[in-house]
């Protein structure tokens, strides 16, 4: 039978502040020395204080503007109790039936199937919560380490309805996330450190009984550190719950762990192994006003906050295509790597800006000249050196040049190639590249003839052969032309020449 999967997504991601979430210990992912940032109130000693960082708050807000939700006017803090050795206060603090933003939604605007992108995701909550410590577990010598650099730095957590019906879908909303966190600078959200962290619920029923809300047995995967590894968990288990379902088995209500090496979900806890976690509100923090308005005084101005928000990857999309006339799917590369896209629009606006009486052709064809040398030809350099954008000694000034000088005819695209890899190398301007390299494309037709005549005459047979019908003759005179002037003719006007004495 055909059984239609629902899925719900629950992400975690590690807020980018300079200290953690309820102390002032630094923040930082890349200390490797155990329990180096840790003091009193996170390593959860008896009679300390926490006191709220404001900047974490800020961004758990920003996201929740950023995803078109209700922000709470009112909030606060709960303990949420369990106990786990990697948590040394006995609870965590979280949030429970207030949370700072509720009822958002967004499309899936880095599919180029509109089918999909105009799908839209509603998200239940946003919340703030605090991080737990990492347990090491030392297998020579079989033992558990703690080390609480960790503990106590913001986590956010969003919760999205269960909207969601394919891996691929819950896959793209997890890059969507990733990259809206970015942009925000809230998170590094790096998947592979820990600092993004998504659990999937996943059940499966009928159509009819999905379009009515009526589920089946959901069943949650943990331990998902990979994009990858959502969209193979949740395929994995469509496989796995069909096959049961098919055999009359019952699904059980449980949390599954995800093996990347096998490839398969296996159970960690059931439902009947649920805690009650005992929620109260944290006694030790004040509840919150969000905005000022005219009767509170909040922690922010709604204005403020809402003019902080940058420009958003759908927003930057939607500029591009209109403003480049660039495709759909070129736009959505370029949000990916928002660095990318602003050296490209450096590039365009100075090159357009240095070539003289332009038509709408001509910006566009500037414009493709521009999208093409930087996503394949530096691009490409880039990632054979494993160079990142901001490290390049090209800056959009200097490839703004060499753009001019292709656009001009003034060097070939095999001589602005060799250009570019001297300029990648040494970080030296084009125009005077061009010189040293003696690239200087050759398109004066006297100085080319006697090149083309001396061609002429040393191969007679091929001659021959062009004059009896073979076209490939042609390409094979101009490669030799190309070789004698070391790439520094115009094709097309050897073309033309070689067809002009040819034809007498
Ligand atoms: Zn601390």
């Known amino acids: 039978m055909e059984y239609y999967p629902t899925i719900g997504l629950e992400i975690h991601a590690e807020l980018k502040t300079k200290t953690k979430m309820f102390c002032q210990c630094l923040n930082d992912p890349d200390e490797n020395h155990p329990n180096i940032n840790i003091c009193p109130i996170c390593a959860g000693h008896p009679g300390t204080l926490p006191v709220m960082n404001k900047e974490a708050i800020k961004k758990v807000i920003q ?14 803090f709960d303990r949420k109790n369990y106990f786990y050795p990697d948590l040394p206060k006995g609870y ?12 958002g939604k967004i499309n899936l605007f880095l599919s180029d199937n509109p089918e999909i992108s105009q799908k839209e995701i509603s998200i239940t909550r946003i919340h703030l919560e605090e991080d737990a410590g990492k347990l090491i577990h030392d297998q020579i010598n079989k033992n558990t380490l703690i080390d609480l ?32 966190l970015r942009y925000l600078d809230a998170s590094d959200a790096d998947m592979e450190k820990g600092q993004m962290r998504v659990e999937v ?43 049961m379902l098919d055999s009359k088995e019952k699904i059980k209500q449980e949390t599954r762990g995800w093996d990347d090496v096998k490839g398969i979900t296996y159970s960690q806890r059931s439902k009947e192994e ?27 101005s709604f204005d403020e906050l809402k003019m902080s928000l940058p420009e958003l990857p759908w927003e930057k999309k939607t500029r591009l295509i209109s403003q480049l006339n660039i495709s759909n799917a070129a736009a959505i590369n370029l949000i990916q790597e928002p660095k990318l896209a602003d050296f490209l629009e450096k590039c365009v606006s100075e090159t357009q800006s240095e070539v003289a009486d332009q038509t709408a052709e001509d910006r566009q064809k500037i414009i493709s000249l521009c999208y093409n040398y930087l996503t394949s030809d530096l691009k490409g350099l880039m990632a054979l050196k494993g160079a990142k954008i901001e490290e390049l000694r090209i800056t959009p000034a200097s490839f703004s040049q060499l753009i001019s000088l292709i656009y001009n005819n003034k060097v070939s695209s095999r001589g602005a190639k060799n250009i570019l890899e001297e300029m990648f ?11 040293e390299m003696n690239l200087e494309q050759v398109s004066d037709e006297s100085a080319l003839k006697s090149v083309i005549l001396e061609i002429i005459n040393q191969n007679p047979k091929v001659i021959a052969e ?39």
């Open 63 to 76: 996201m929740g503007l950023a995803l078109n939700c209700e922000i709470n006017q009112h909030s606060k």
């Open 92 to 103: 965590q603090i979280s949030q429970y039936d207030l949370p700072f933003c509720i009822n």
């Open 149 to 180: 650099n960790r503990a106590g730095v913001a986590l956010l957590e969003l919760v999205t309805e269960p909207e969601i019906h394919s891996a691929e879908k819950a896959k793209l909303f997890g890059q969507s996330l990733q990259l809206i």
């Open 201 to 243: 619920n996943i059940s499966l029923s009928s159509k009819e009984d999905a379009l009515i809300k009526k589920y089946g047995t959901k069943v949650e995967v943990k331990n998902l550190n990979s994009f990858r590894s959502v969209e193979r968990a949740i395929e994995f288990e469509i496989q796995r719950q069909t096959e």
């Open 274 to 300: 649920a805690q009650d976690y005992r929620y109260f509100p944290e006694p030790d923090l004040p509840p919150i006003t969000v905005f000022t308005n005219e009767k509170e005084t909040g922690l922010f």
């Open 425 to 435: 190398k040494t970080g030296k301007e084009p125009h005077l590249l061009i010189k």
């Open 466 to 504: 062009f004059k009896n019908g073979k076209m490939n003759s042609l390409q094979f005179l101009i490669g030799q032309a190309m070789a004698k002037t070391k790439g520094a003719a115009d094709p097309q006007i050897l073309k033309d020449l070689f067809l002009k004495e040819l034809e007498n």
